[in-house]
């Protein structure tokens, strides 16, 4: 049996499609996932920023906020559609003290994935697009390891967090509804030695404490049905908002391949 490469030609956008701060943008994510503690260094894909700003100008043409297209609609491209449907999406402004998903923990997770190294983005017309999924291809790790965000030593954390996302917030799956305030949503990752992307997160036990006192946690991961397909890894969701300038120590186990691996980590509030 023979095989070749075959080379396709990039999806179609519309003439004139083209990103606006792109380089900029990445600039202020990159300088954000160092001080996460996730590996910076991601680059930029300009086809992906092209594919990003057709997609946008789709929805400032039909005034929507959508992953899709309607390839009946005005400004609708094979390209634009694409990257609809791998990117995070906002209506909002992007800074470099804050990315437009801080109160979006499921697209902020995305963004944040340790493994992502390319990235297509587009910031025009109070339009954001940023390209994950296809990114997610940092070279593998040598040992299955289990990262955090907030990481470990983490301080001036948000005590509190309103999630805002469409289509449904983590915590409306463990009884946390939309629109009641929470403690700030905990990201953990696992990669695995010798695998590109992220593993699947399975969430055996987690623990949130404060001077060894409990906190009440819930959480989503991998398993969790409808929102688990949209996860690069489980989200832990204190129940209440978190006291300001404290000091919380977390823990979680997870399921690796046959055996499991336990994280655990500490993190100091802001000022409530």
């Not at 990235?119 to 299955?144: E, F, H, K, M, W």
């Not at 300038?245 to 399921?255: E, M, P, W």
Request: with cysteine.
């Amino acid at each position: 049996r023979s095989t070749a490469n075959v080379h396709l030609a990039p999806a179609a956008v519309p003439a004139g499609a083209a990103s606006a701060h792109a380089a900029r943008d990445l600039q202020w994510l990159n300088g954000e996932r160092a001080r996460a503690g996730v590996p910076s260094g991601v680059v930029l894909n300009p086809r992906w920023a092209q594919e990003c700003a057709a997609h946008n100008a789709y929805e400032r043409a039909n005034r929507v906020l959508s992953n899709s297209e309607n390839p009946q609609a005005t400004g609708a491209s094979p390209g634009g559609a694409w990257a609809g449907l791998v990117s995070v999406l906002a209506q909002s402004r992007w800074t470099s003290a804050r990315d437009p998903w801080q109160s979006a923990p499921i697209h902020l997770m995305q963004l944040l994935t340790p493994s992502l190294s390319v990235i297509g983005i587009d910031d025009s017309g109070g339009l954001q697009c940023a390209t994950t999924y296809p990114g997610l291809l940092r070279t593998p790790v040598a040992n299955d390891v289990v990262t955090s965000y907030p990481a470990a030593g983490a301080r001036d954390v948000p005590p509190r967090e309103i999630a805002r996302e469409a289509p449904f917030v983590p915590g409306q799956f463990v009884g946390v509804r939309a629109g009641r305030p929470a403690g700030r949503e905990l990201f953990v990752y696992l990669n695995e030695a010798g695998q590109t992307g992220q593993a699947q997160v399975k969430v055996l036990r987690a623990s949130l404490s404060e001077a060894g006192r409990p906190v009440a946690l819930r959480w989503v991961d991998n398993t969790t049905p409808t929102v688990g397909r949209y996860l690069t890894g489980a989200i832990l969701i204190p129940v209440a908002p978190l006291r300001g300038r404290t000091t919380y120590r977390a823990s979680v186990v997870v399921g690796d391949r046959s055996a499991t691996l336990t994280h655990s980590w500490s993190f100091t509030t802001a000022p409530g």
